[in-house]
Antibody, heavy 119, light 109 residues
Framework: EVQLVESGGGLVKPGGSLRLSCAASGFTFSSYSMNWVRQAPGKGLEWVSSISSSSSYIYYADSVKGRFTISRDNAKNSLYLQMNSLRAEDTAVYYC????????????WGQGTLVTVSS | QSALTQPPSASGSPGQSVTISCTGTSSDVGGYNYVSWYQQHPGKAPKLMIYEVSKRPSGVPDRFSGSKSGNTASLTVSGLQAEDEADYYCSSYAGSNRGFGGGTKLTVL
């Protein structure tokens, strides 16, 4: 069974930092592109960042470029999101999602971790 | 970023059919057959319902179908059931970005 389990969310002050993790199991993690997608309270889905299977290709949404860094450790079946210079508008549930590159869709999603940026 | 337009709401009675649209441009929806649809119940993670415009993953009922015409993709839910009430999001490949539509809240009356 495929499982994606996010962790690392919590309450942080504006300007602060947080590191999210996503532990993957049940599939060949090293063969999949991975993404972070977020959802602000009561709002829609917003793609945040993507990393290819070998970390060769990395992309960010304009809203987080220069502040967030995506990375992965295939030996540990883990995905990460380092978030710096956090703003109130970064408050959201953050989901990790696997991505089928050949067909361009998100197939499996974690349950999400809540990040709240507030003083 | 991708800017896909969906109607904020849609509704239908049990047993009826409802169609949700997703309008993009020739740079995303119209340019590739890589439109996908996701269902999200309150407090839950999104679930893949349709990929490559009209393909259903294993386990998704055949009441759900997808299509595309020009720059607009559509998700049709036939034979509406109470459990279909949820938010639905479209997504389309657009180069390095992976945007989503704004979402449509489907209400089963």
């Amino acid at each position: 069974e495929v499982q994606l389990v996010e962790s690392g969310g919590g309450l942080v002050k504006p300007g602060g930092s947080l590191r999210l993790s996503c532990a993957a199991s049940g599939f060949t993690f090293s063969s999949y592109s991975m993404n972070w997608v977020r959802q602000a309270p009561g709002k829609g889905l917003e793609w945040v960042s993507s990393i290819s299977s070998s970390s060769s290709y990395i992309y960010y949404a304009d809203s987080v470029k220069g502040r967030f860094t995506i990375s992965r450790d295939n030996a540990k079946n883990s995905l990460y999101l380092q978030m710096n210079s956090l703003r109130a508008e970064d408050t959201a549930v953050y989901y990790c999602a696997s991505y089928v590159w050949g067909s361009r869709y998100f197939d499996y999603w974690g349950q999400g971790t809540l990040v709240t940026v507030s003083s | 970023q991708s800017a896909l337009t969906q109607p904020p709401s849609a509704s239908g009675s049990p047993g009826q059919s409802v169609t949700i649209s997703c309008t993009g441009t020739s740079s995303d929806v119209g340019g590739y057959n890589y439109v996908s649809w996701y269902q999200q119940h309150p407090g839950k993670a999104p679930k893949l319902m349709i990929y490559e415009v009209s393909k259903r993953p294993s386990g998704v009922p055949d009441r759900f179908s997808g299509s595309k015409s020009g720059n607009t993709a559509s998700l049709t839910v036939s034979g509406l059931q109470a459990e279909d009430e949820a938010d639905y999001y479209c997504s389309s490949y657009a180069g390095s970005n992976r945007g989503f539509g704004g979402g449509t809240k489907l209400t089963v009356l």
